[in-house]
């Protein structure tokens, strides 16, 4: 909302944009095909949720190493200025954001990351074989029902942000946090504008608002970070334990992870992507921008 309104201030009025919260003018499931058909001229939603349909943006629901939410979101916005995927192709693309990084929050009391294994994790589909290779039972759920799942016993735990341990109320219901970055993953979220809709707007104006994207991914890799750091303080005064793991035990960890990998470049060379060098690429970029 904060980005429609300096919008239309820089533009002085020339562009309005009428805010709709999440899931009233369009299920976030088809939000992006939605703007693409002109139902909504602008959207934002997770990928998470077009199962398949952004394959090469797929690299990023890997154990990539993630260190913080800003990070994360300073390089899905590099990887796609390198790359341009042609996924995009059918909407002006804004800008791209993602959560700060995926850890291993758990119902019972555990002490290291190895107590995971034979443990029931909540995960969203393109990051279940981060549990696999830990030993444990990937489980997919929507979000919204992990609370009660985790609360009765049917989940032992979820891989997720920690800033769902405070955003959706997750430290009521867990006892550890397990935060290793090995297995460290994001799930992107995109803002994409309907292609008719952006060539009705004069190039000035484009500009402008190109720019308002530019400035808007830093708020918004900041802002991620923050929820993490919020979300931690948060967790404790609840009483969940958080586990930070040593450099030697990320490493060991890291070197389980290295087995998922190839799966993707092998999955991305099928459909004739560059799945190989857009993971060199995430690897790079995060080693080089700690």
Not at 41 to 63: E, H, K, N
Request: proline share 5%; net charge positive; aromatic share 10%.
């Amino acid at each position: 909302q904060a980005w429609c309104q300096e919008v239309e201030k820089r533009t002085k009025g020339r562009v309005i944009i009428s805010y709709f919260p999440g899931n009233t003018l369009t299920p976030p499931p088809q939000t992006y095909d939605s703007v693409v058909k002109g139902i909504a001229d602008i959207g934002q939603s997770l990928m998470a949720y077009s199962a398949g349909r952004f394959p090469l943006t797929g690299v990023f629901g890997l154990p990539l190493g993630f260190t913080s939410g800003y990070q994360a979101t300073m390089t899905l916005n590099a990887f796609y200025e390198a790359f341009k995927p042609a996924e995009y192709n059918d909407t002006q693309v804004m800008y791209f954001h993602g959560h700060g990084p995926g850890i291993i929050s758990t119902r019972k009391a555990v002490s290291s990351i190895n107590d995971v294994k034979g443990m029931r994790i909540k995960v969203n589909a393109e990051n279940a074989d981060i549990i696999k290779a830990l030993g444990g039972a990937p489980v997919s759920m929507v979000i919204t029902e992990t609370y009660d799942a985790t609360k009765k016993g049917i989940l032992d735990g979820f891989l997720l942000p920690i800033e769902t341990l405070k955003g959706w109320k997750f430290a009521e219901v867990v006892k550890t946090a397990i935060v290793n970055h090995s297995i460290s993953y994001t799930a992107p979220i995109f803002v994409v504008m309907n292609k008719d809709k952006w060539n009705a707007i004069s190039k000035e104006d484009q500009a402008t608002i190109m720019q308002i994207n530019k400035e808007w991914v830093e708020k918004q890799a900041n802002l991620w970070s923050q929820l993490d750091k919020e979300a931690e303080a948060f967790s404790v005064e609840k009483g969940v334990k958080i586990i930070k793991a040593s450099k030697e035990e990320e490493a060991r960890i890291a070197e389980i992870m290295k087995g998922i990998l190839p799966g993707y470049v092998k999955d991305m060379k099928a459909k004739g992507l560059p799945g190989d060098k857009a993971l060199e690429f995430c690897l790079e970029y995060i080693r080089t921008h700690p």
